[in-house]
């Protein structure tokens, strides 16, 4: 079958700790852009991986009417934040990653507009995001391939990419 829009992402187990309280919920790009665009688009397809453990997330976006097509992984991305005081004091980790999509299962995909996820370097593959181009239009949350992971510490990096994979991009979020 054929979208007019897929958005294609992980969706993530945050655990957020403020001064006042640890809560764990469902979260990324994926999750979030999904429940916005239910709001407009019927004709929208979600493609995710999350571990057994956080199916519920899968569940509840199911239930709010969004088709979901799910990827086993063996750990779901789980990102802790921790705020200060002041809210926009943010220390970062991940403790868990998930497994990279599958060039394969993601070529098997049609729609008119492709929205990429990425919350980590090694999500999507940059020949994968080149050759989704060629199936439609591709909007990129820039993101994820602007940092990666070490010692579950989040650090800034560069994209060594950029220059071959932003011509195809037709729509690119950055902030």
């Given amino acids: 079958m054929s979208y007019k829009i897929c958005c294609i992402g992980h969706i993530t187990l945050d655990k957020v700790i403020t001064p006042h309280q640890t ?4 979260g990324g790009t994926a999750y979030y852009f999904s429940h916005a ?3 407009f688009c ?3 397809l979600l493609v995710t991986a999350v571990a057994n453990s956080e199916l519920s997330s899968v569940v509840e976006l199911q239930n709010r009417g969004i088709e979901v097509k799910r990827f086993f992984t063996r750990h779901t991305v789980f990102f802790e934040n ?3 005081i002041n809210p926009d004091d943010r220390t970062q980790r991940v403790l868990q990653q998930a497994d990279t999509f599958s060039t394969d299962d993601l070529m098997k995909l049609e729609a008119e507009f492709f929205h990429l996820g ?3 370097d090694n999500d999507i593959p940059n020949e994968t995001i080149k050759a989704l181009a060629a199936k439609g239009q591709v909007s990129l949350d820039v993101q994820g391939l602007l940092r990666k ?3 579950e510490k989040v650090i800034p990096i560069d994209w060594p990419a950029k220059e071959q994979v ?3 991009i037709h729509y690119l ?3």
């Fill in 82 to 84: 921790r705020y200060g």
């Fill in 149 to 151: 992971v070490e010692d």
């Fill in 166 to 168: 932003l011509p195809h």
């Fill in 23 to 26: 809560i764990y919920m469902p």
């Fill in 42 to 44: 019927k004709n929208y």
């Fill in 173 to 175: 979020k950055v902030n």
């Fill in 118 to 120: 990425p919350l980590l």
């Fill in 37 to 39: 665009i239910a709001n």
